[in-house]
């Protein structure tokens, strides 16, 4: 395989894969583009690499950016805009867990704790709040796990899970 065809793989597969962890496909191209680049893009550059419009670049840039994927470069006596991915893998997944807890996680945990308030009335109710309270002790406890894996060094991860695997 020449560099252009698994570049043009990855960065395929990188934008289908993406929206498994909660990005559009564009998104996950442009973060793909970027992740594997040597330099910074400009808009211009990621518009004519992955043939897509202006707008839509603009668009999933500012997200990535929003993400904490990549990162606003300014260049010395250049007026253009030029980005770069973050490069650490392990950033890169902790951010990824962060935004999915901040836009998954948390709202269910508020709806949970929201619709559990209500007194029971007769076993329907009760079944409900039953289910709630289930609910809210997985969620929870998801939530603390998330936590720690986001909170904790790579290095330790890594060796904890090649213990497990042994």
Do not use: C
Not at 22 to 40: F, P, V, W, Y
Not at 54 to 70: A, C, D, H, P, T
């Amino acid at each position: 395989m020449q560099y252009q065809e698994g570049k043009d793989k990855f960065i395929k597969t990188w934008g289908e894969l993406g929206t498994n962890w909660g990005i559009n496909k564009t998104m996950g191209q442009i973060h793909g583009l970027l992740l594997i680049a040597t330099e910074e893009y400009t808009t211009d550059a990621i518009m004519e690499e992955l043939h897509i419009s202006r707008g839509n670049v603009n668009m999933n840039l500012r997200s990535l950016v929003e993400w904490g994927l990549i990162s606003k470069v300014e260049k010395q006596g250049d007026r253009k805009d030029y980005y770069a991915a973050e490069k650490d893998i392990w950033t890169v997944f902790r951010q990824i867990i962060k935004k999915r807890k901040e836009k998954e996680l948390h709202p269910m945990i508020h709806l949970i704790e929201e619709v559990s308030e209500m007194n029971p009335t007769d076993e329907k109710s009760s079944e409900f709040i039953k289910m709630m309270n289930e609910l809210a002790l997985f969620s929870n406890k998801a939530d603390k796990t998330l936590d720690n894996l986001v909170n904790s060094k790579a290095n330790i991860l890594v060796s904890s899970y090649l213990k497990f695997m042994r």
